[in-house]
């Protein structure tokens, strides 16, 4: 089941997000269920992009999606992954299934994210892969040095 921390604890750069996640065989509506907290680390990182597009998930979610179904349906823009407003949001095959912020955060702070109309184990897995993902690419741009 899907829980969320009382507080934020300091990261340090090892904990940059933590994934809950539930699935519950023959349900309908809702069963790959995600969600967790985005570290304080992560979450300035993604502050400091502002808007960006994160063609990367897109790519490894089509490629899982295509690799694991065997079909030739999916496209790329049924996996929008982007930075917007300094929080990650992404999108999966499906009706309105995806990952997104639960609130407005500030500077130093971490946050909840959740999903909408995750029905599907299936979905579940493309959105972790799209978080892997994610993830990767912040611990490397996190090393680099500033300009």
């Known amino acids: 089941m899907l829980c969320y921390p009382e507080e ?31 570290g304080i680390d992560m979450a300035n990182w993604m502050l400091s992009l502002k808007e960006i597009v994160l063609s990367e998930c897109t790519e490894a979610m089509l490629e899982a999606a ?31 299934c995806g990952i997104f912020p639960d609130e407005s955060h500030d500077k130093d702070e971490g946050y909840e994210f959740s999903c909408h109309n995750t029905d599907s184990f299936f979905q579940q897995l493309l959105l972790i892969i799209g978080l892997a993902v994610l993830c990767g690419k912040a611990r490397k741009e996190m090393k680099k040095p500033l300009s």
């Open 8 to 38: 934020y604890p300091e990261t340090g750069n090892r904990q940059l997000l933590k994934v809950l996640c539930s699935t519950e065989k023959n349900r309908i509506h809702y069963g790959g269920s995600l969600g967790g907290w985005v």
């Open 66 to 96: 295509l690799f694991i179904k065997g079909r030739k349906h999916y496209a790329a823009w049924e996996f929008p992954a982007y930075i917007k407003d300094g929080a990650f949001i992404i999108d999966c095959c499906g009706d309105a």
